[in-house]
């Protein structure tokens, strides 16, 4: 079994910074893309910034300049830092990760998904 577990979310006054971390764990052969995505009330889930293997990045443009997408493979962790922080980036964060993984007797390449973790942003 493979999980994802975010962690580093919180309430925090406009302006400020949160560092929003996410572990994979279990049977792992490799980890390829991963990502943050946010769901506000009402809205539907958003892609945040992405990072592959390699380390290449993607951002949606509200968050360019702002947010910093970034891993560890030796840890299977991504991270996202967050900066300058807005109230409309209120949201609940999920990681996201597209693992290759032991299952049984077989090799299963999967889409995974943590639980989320709230950011609230206050003006």
């Known amino acids: 079994q493979v999980q994802l577990v975010e962690s580093g979310g919180g309430l925090v006054q406009a302006g400020g910074s949160l560092r929003l971390s996410c572990a994979a764990s279990?049977?792992?052969?490799?980890?390829?893309?991963m990502g943050w995505y946010r769901q506000a009330p009402g809205k539907q889930r958003e892609l945040v910034a992405t990072?592959?293997?390699?380390?290449?990045?993607n951002y949606t443009d509200s968050v360019k300049g702002r947010f910093t997408i970034s891993r560890d493979n030796a840890k299977s962790t991504v991270y996202l830092q967050m900066d300058s922080l807005k109230p409309e980036d209120t949201a609940v964060y999920y990681c996201?990760?597209?693992?290759?993984?032991?299952?049984?007797?077989?090799?299963?390449?999967?889409?995974?998904w943590g639980r989320g973790t709230q950011v609230t942003v206050s003006s």
């Open positions: 279990g049977t792992i052969v490799t980890i390829n893309d």
């Open positions: 990072i592959t293997s390699g380390g290449n990045t």
């Open positions: 996201n990760a597209k693992i290759l993984s032991r299952q049984a007797m077989a090799i299963m390449f999967r889409e995974y």
